[in-house]
């Protein structure tokens, strides 16, 4: 039953004065306890006056805040995410120090320094007063939590007693299956919440990757349907002379332009869906901190909106830019500590990282979590949200190290904050938590032998080898998300670029521990541009395929023969002929388990794969691999936990697969998702167009096995009138805010 109106106004202004009184007493303890800052006037006032001034200061300071705040980050929305954060301070300082001078008779003063704490402290206060009060009554806790999650657009579903489920998939980057089966055992499960789910209401089954074991291909593929033609996290394409790179803008838009184009279709999130946080939109309306929009400029672009929309709540900000100090200090010493102990294997963690790690640890997960909540209080149907920063730690610290257990830790809370949402959504919903790839640990490639991936293949080709081993750079998916929130210029690949262009010498490019050798010098068979054979690597290179495949840190190396088709190089003259299944000697690939042959033959036949790819060996009873990057915990090839990520799925949902079937490759993920959203009553949307529907009118499910292929290359527009890709992330573009904190505004109004 509804409660009376005037009751519920009842309760507001009962928890306004509330407020108020705490925010009274704390301005009274803080005066008491700070030197620089005072309630009175220079002769001295009574107890009573000094309550009194403290009253109207803390009134002062919490309707500048309700109403001044909003509009000055509005007005500063210009001002990079993270620079804006660190802003937050000071500007909540200003606010306060405002609220004193508007208290009558000057008795009311702080120096800057003081009012900078007086009103972090403040805002906390009023924050947890605000929430603790809402906690016993249901609609204040909800509008306490829509407060959070500043959504206070119009209500999507307009008939929640008939509204069917949504569907919240929630991307828990780099947790490989074993990480997490270990993070919820015992009687007390690092991973509570998660526990709690497996124990009951879901199922946790393994998958397992492709070849290119990381964020890029297996997002592109879960979202879009299509990973065709991603050989690994960045390779170089000889007909351009370019290097794409999976976590820079303008390559994550170029990847989806190309799924969209193949598959026809507009992807995942393409009916009333919201994408978080993700290198990719999967078709999504509602977007925030997307890579894939990052890139572009003008009045279509707003991904900042998440920014903005965070931080217009000034105990949000607060929180976050306390947290985000906090983080930074928590690596600092953590890296100490690890150097101090003399801890193996362990890679430099100075210079910008401790930032990098705080924006995906803290500021990222903040507003990703704050804007999966905004969409499920308005029963957004599809959301997907990928949370990175288990990823972004490991890569340094290692997968299964003390740093990264205590990100996972942090992650179980604010997957417990996304759960207690659901019983407040306007529909049901159903919550699945994935991976996208696990990680593999292993000191890496140069700290075990002491020479680059680069330098192994400039000694193959008879070239010069540089005395000084080179550090590669990191494929963590932060760093580039972080650089797209600063409005930073993108990281060009440095000497491998001008390698490229010059065309001279061998481009060696790593994505974890997998490599990828280009020999531009080298034309394929077909085209200038081709792939070049092993025949006419031979010729060129006699020593080159023998020095890779013989090296105790190489497992195999593909290259395509041009008598026998693809063909797996290892140690000690060790070859199988995919195209054939012919094994020579000692196969190749018998330590990376069953499926690495599909993998691998399946990578063989992209357009775009290397004249030389190469996967570090593996240790079959460990897992370690050794990384080409400067990571000890690493992803992007096969070999160990990176190709085994997992799916915790509701038990009202379908199986993904049948009885005694594995889960193989980002594009079936894909299918099984589709089918879900299928079964709450989701139509399929083609690129560009509208819901699709049988000869009776009825939608048609999106649950279908296979998504349609458009015919051509990957860069033809699809057939049957739909548009381009290209167009359809152009009109995506359109709605690519992220939430909005103001009531019935429009989108050209809230910008």
Known sequence: MRRPRWRSAGGALLRVIAVWAVSTVAMLVLAGALPDFRLQ????????????????????????????????VRTLLLVPALVLGLLVFALNGSLLLVALWLIPDGRG????????????????????????????????????????????????????AGAPPGTVFLQLDGVGHDVLVDALAGPDPLMPTVAGWAGSTHTLTPWRTDW??????????????????VPAFRWYEKETGEVIVSNRPTSAAELQRRAMARTGSGGLLSVDGASRGNLFSGGAAQLALVLSVAARRGRHNRSRAGYFAYF??????????????????????????????????????????????????????????????????????????????????????????RDARLVLRRLDRSLALIAKIAPHAPRPYRIVLLSDHGQSPGETFAGRYGLTLEDLVRAGCGLPVSRRARRSPTGAEARNTARAALHRPEEEPEETTRRARRAAEPIVLASGNLGLVSL????????????????????????LLSTLAEHPGIGFVLVRSEEHGAVVLGPRGGAHYLDTGRIVGEDPLAPFGPGAADAVRR????????????????????????????????HGGLGGPQSRPFLLWPEDLTPPVGEGTELVGAEHVHRVFRRWLGEGGVPAVPVG??????????PVASGTDEAPVASGTDEASSTGGTRSGADEIRSQGATSEAFSPADGASQEEQR
């Open 212 to 229: 290119s074991s990381q964020t890029g291909a297996s997002q592109l593929g879960i979202l879009h349907g299509t990973n065709h033609d």
């Open 603 to 634: 990578t063989d036949g992209f357009p775009h794969v290397a004249d030389i790819m190469i996967n570090s060996s593996c240790d079959p009873e460990t897992g370690e691999v050794h990384a080409f990057e400067e990571q000890i915990g690493s």
């Open 109 to 160: 003063a702080a120096s800057p320094e003081t009012a900078v704490v007086v009103a972090a402290v403040m805002s906390a206060v009023s924050s947890a007063t605000g929430a603790a009060l809402a906690v016993g009554d249901d609609d204040a806790y909800r509008r306490r939590l829509a407060r959070l999650a500043l959504r206070r657009r119009t209500t999507v579903v307009q008939d929640p």
């Open 41 to 72: 006037s220079a002769n001295g006032d009574s107890a009573t006056q000094i309550a009194v001034t403290a009253a109207l200061g803390a009134g002062a300071f919490g309707l500048l805040g309700a109403l001044v705040w909003p509009l000055l």
């Open 689 to 698: 167009g509208e819901p699709r529907t049988s000869t009776d009118g009825a």
């Open 520 to 543: 531009p010098s080298i034309p394929g068979p077909s085209m200038p541009g081709g792939r070049a054979t092993r025949e006419q690597i031979d010729r060129r290179n006699p020593a």
């Open 312 to 401: 217009s709540d000034p105990a949000n900000a607060t929180r976050t830019a306390a947290s985000f100090v906090v983080e930074v200090c928590r690596e600092i010493g953590q890296s100490l500590r690890a150097r101090f102990r003399e801890d193996g294997p362990r890679v430099k963690r100075g210079g910008l990282y401790p930032f990098v790690r705080a924006f995906a640890t803290v500021v990222e997960r903040d507003v990703v979590v704050a804007a999966v909540i905004g969409d499920m209080l308005v029963g957004r149907t599809a959301i997907y949200a990928d949370l990175v920063a288990y990823d972004e730690v490991a890569h340094h610290s290692g997968p299964e190290s």
